[in-house]
């Protein structure tokens, strides 16, 4: 009877421990459950928290990880510093999406929204171009003053007689059509009339012997508007130079230079590097396009920046092999190559899309070497390009007296055109302008080429002073090219400003400012060192200023407020 109430009283005592443990497992099973169910809710969509806390689509997260997984290669943003991830959903190397979804997409990669709010007040550039400066008349162009011209309707029949005409002719109303049956090009009639002219041809006839544009000319918006938007029929590589560019043409027979993206825009040339091992940067060259409009000087044939698809605008459509064989995909799935040439054409230095997309610089040609042949002057203040050598005048204080003695310097306009493109690249920065060019049509009396600025815009912490050897040895400037700068320098003229409203005309823009805050900073440092050195000279010399503005008096020229 004992054993049998015993063995009640354990078999009881077992129940309720039972009991009390599968309670403690539920317990904790729902604490456990409540708490993961917590962790795994997403934040309420706000405006405080939706950039933080995107929303990821669950059926496209796994084609987006390829993309997100080169977050380390984003570019940093120009404004607030902070990283900028590929949109969810983003289209592969090899994927079906619009090449607009891959341009938002690079936006945001570049820093898409960041740029300076424009100011919806006067415009500094308008006033800037009223400026009497600016507008300074000029003596009626004679027909030699002309690159080049259309025929006469006498020289247009005896061309057709002796039946010598070219295609590159241009001679009755309906002078030249188009046989080429070639895919994609345009079938064009061009006549006498302007209005026939793509705008390529219609820059090319307007190119003068003072200046390859007139800043008023209509045609000049126009320009760039086609290079910006018409659609690239082919692409090659482009010989000669030291870094990859490329050649490509549009249906209408035009054709452009394009310099692709490097490097970011706020990155800094390394000071340890050399001037002639730095990358060309394709934000250079349309900024320095627009320095040298500002300037007053248009000798920078136009240029203007793009977005381009990679693949379909440049891979898919090159007829170059060499090119071609370049091509390959990143580990991140961007679309990459690097072409052939002397400088960082290599896997390890490669120019590659965001996936596709890419920013480029596109720059008009010049007329063919054949139609307008040009002449290539060593400039006499050329540097060593070497790293233990120094150039003679880096040496000779005295050296301009020489230059001044050797022709074309010894008359003419020579060595106050080479002064001007001395200020123009001491202000953004240039140090590798080895030579220069002009058209031979028209001998010494003539402007001088401004060309190939990739290098320009390196450092804005630091000024190179090295560059004004020009202006400091040989103390000379024109009296219109000082006049301009002083009113440059003037608050309601700021060069900074007038750049930062010229530069926001560019459709790059849109992704991200062309030059950082920083740039346009130095581009005033620079100008108050120039007028310095100007002011210098006037202290020791007597003949500094080339007066090219003898029938204009001072008081009518600088700025009165």
Known sequence: MVRHSLGLSTRSIYLGLACISLTLHLLLAVFCLS??????????????????????????????????????????????????????????????GSFSENTEEAKKLIGAGNTVPKDRGRSKLEELFRHPLYNLPRSELQQDDWLLRLKTDEEAEEVENEETATDDSITSDSDWQSASEEEGYDK??????????????RFHLGISRWELYDRKDLNLAQLTHYLATQRILGAVQKKGGTQLKLLVSFPNYGQALLKPMRQPRDAETDVNLFYFSDFERHNAEIAAFHLDRVLGFNRIPPVV???????????????????????????????????QCEYYCSTEHPVCGRPHALEVSVATMLPDLSLAPRRSWRSPWRRSYSRKKLAQWEKDPAYCDTVKKTPPYDHGTRLV????????????????????????????????????????????????????????????????TLLRLRLLSHPDFRLSDAMRESLAQDPLTAVAPLLSEPHLSALDRRL???????????????????NDLDQYDDQKLEYNP
Not at 60 to 78: C, G, I, P, R
Not at 528 to 543: F, G, M, P, S
Request: aromatic share 8%.
């Open 528 to 546: 108050a060192i120039v007028l310095r050195v100007v002011h210098t000279c006037q202290e020791r010399n007597k003949d500094v200023i080339y």
């Open 417 to 480: 055109d080479l002064i001007d493109m001395a200020v123009l690249d001491f202000l953004m920065s240039n140090m590798d302008r080895h030579h220069y060019e002009t058209f031979e049509e028209f001998g010494n009396e003539t402007f001088l080429l401004h060309l190939d600025n990739g290098r320009a815009f390196g450092r804005h912490s630091q000024d190179e002073p090295s560059i004004l050897a020009p202006l400091a040895q040989c103390c000379r400037i024109r009296r219109s």
């Open 305 to 339: 920046g793009r977005l381009i698809n990679v693949t379909t605008e440049i891979r898919d459509i090159t007829t170059d092999e060499r090119l071609s064989r370049t091509f390959f995909t990143s580990p991140a799935g961007n679309v990459c190559f690097y072409g």
């Open 188 to 201: 064009v009639s061009w006549t006498r009339d302007k209005e026939t002219h793509p705008p390529w041809l």
């Open 35 to 96: 708490v993961l169910q917590s962790a795994c809710v997403l934040p309420t969509s706000s405006s405080s928290t939706s950039s933080s806390f995107p929303k990821i689509d669950p059926v496209s997260h796994a084609s987006s990880s390829s993309a997100a997984a080169s977050s380390d290669k984003q570019v940093t943003s120009h404004q607030h510093g902070e990283r900028h991830r590929p949109t969810p959903g983003a289209p592969g190397p090899e994927g079906n």
